[in-house]
């Protein structure tokens, strides 16, 4: 298959994966049955732009369309929904690529990067256009519009940082001994254990998946860390959707699980990424002093054929 070959290819991947987690994200919509506090597609997108480079930007648009024409929305504010969908996520490309962002977020700036410009920042622009498309098709009133605009903003930039780093460090094979691999999947299996019963508990206890969440972190760093993550904030939103999560408004709801999912994402984010960081200083110590024990014992060999040449032979 020849790069163009591929590049469509790709392109039909990433659309049709946009529109297949866009559905998804529409059964768990809290505001007007269009707005989710989880939007798992900017994470997929990003991570494709990342992966695959800006020429699959189609596959964005294409699949942000297909979701967005099949809402009750008019057609000019599915096209302008479309239109900033498609931008976020390339704002978001530009400014990490622009930055030197790693893809295996084993930096701390990387962590960082992901979180102020990738999430935070270029979000902003998915969730001012998307709303001010709804308003302009009547679908909201004023008085919404800043409750629609801070739930979009926060549901992408939500979406960015738990799917995006689930995607960019998901191992493409395992080698480690049965033990290790035996502690991975019983963390996930105690982590969705865990996150299913604290985000349905009235007990408020939602404080115990961050043991979890450090375990995985400083054990697997993103390898566990991401799924983990992404389990808990599944489960808080499928809770919220459900109505389980909080007793109050809506717009209270809102504020409780998105400072949970931020709080989630942004441990198992930047503790894996810390821990990655010492990981490597701690083997390039090693490797300098394994060269330094090398160039000592080859100066130490060196030392001592010259003191042997020196050495007169008995007449």
Not at 122 to 131: D, E, R
Not at 161 to 177: E, G, I, Y
Not at 237 to 252: D, E
Not at 253 to 279: K, Y
Request: proline share 5%; glycine share 8%; net charge positive.
């Amino acid at each position: 298959m020849n790069a163009a070959l591929r590049t469509v290819a790709t392109i039909a991947v990433v659309a049709l994966a946009y529109f297949a987690t866009a559905q998804v994200g529409l059964v768990l919509a809290l505001v007007q049955g269009q707005v989710t506090p989880l939007w798992l597609p900017t994470g997929i997108s990003v991570a494709a732009l990342l992966m695959f480079g800006h020429r699959i930007w189609p596959g964005v648009a294409l699949g942000a369309f297909a979701a967005n024409v099949s809402l009750t929305a008019p057609l000019f504010s599915a096209v302008l929904i479309t239109a900033g969908n498609t931008a976020a996520p390339l704002l978001a490309w530009y400014l990490l690529t622009r930055f030197g962002f790693r893809p295996a977020i084993d930096r701390l700036k990387d962590a960082l990067l992901l979180v102020f410009a990738g999430a935070l920042g270029a979000m902003l622009v998915s969730a001012l256009v998307g709303t001010l498309a709804l308003r302009i098709g009547g679908v909201i009133a004023w008085r919404d519009v800043p409750a629609v605009m801070s739930v979009w903003w926060t549901g992408d930039a939500m979406g960015v940082l738990v799917f995006a780093p689930l995607l960019l460090t998901l191992p493409r094979q395992w080698r480690a001994p049965p033990a290790r691999l035996a502690e991975a999947v019983v963390l996930l299996v105690l982590t969705a254990a865990v996150a299913s019963v604290v985000t349905t508990s009235g007990a408020r206890l939602l404080f115990l998946v961050f043991p979890m969440l450090i375990w995985a972190a400083l054990r697997f760093q993103h390898a566990i860390a991401a799924p983990c993550t992404a389990i808990i904030s599944v489960a808080a939103v499928m809770s919220a959707a459900g109505g389980h999560f909080s007793a109050s408004t809506v717009l209270m709801t809102m504020m409780v699980l998105q400072a949970f999912n931020g709080s989630v994402a942004l441990t198992g984010l930047i503790l894996s990424a810390i821990t990655s960081e010492r990981n490597e200083a701690k083997r390039a110590i090693e490797r300098a002093c394994e060269q330094l024990a090398e160039t000592v014992a080859r100066y130490q060999e060196e030392g001592v054929r010259k003191r042997l040449g020196r050495v007169v032979p008995p007449g």
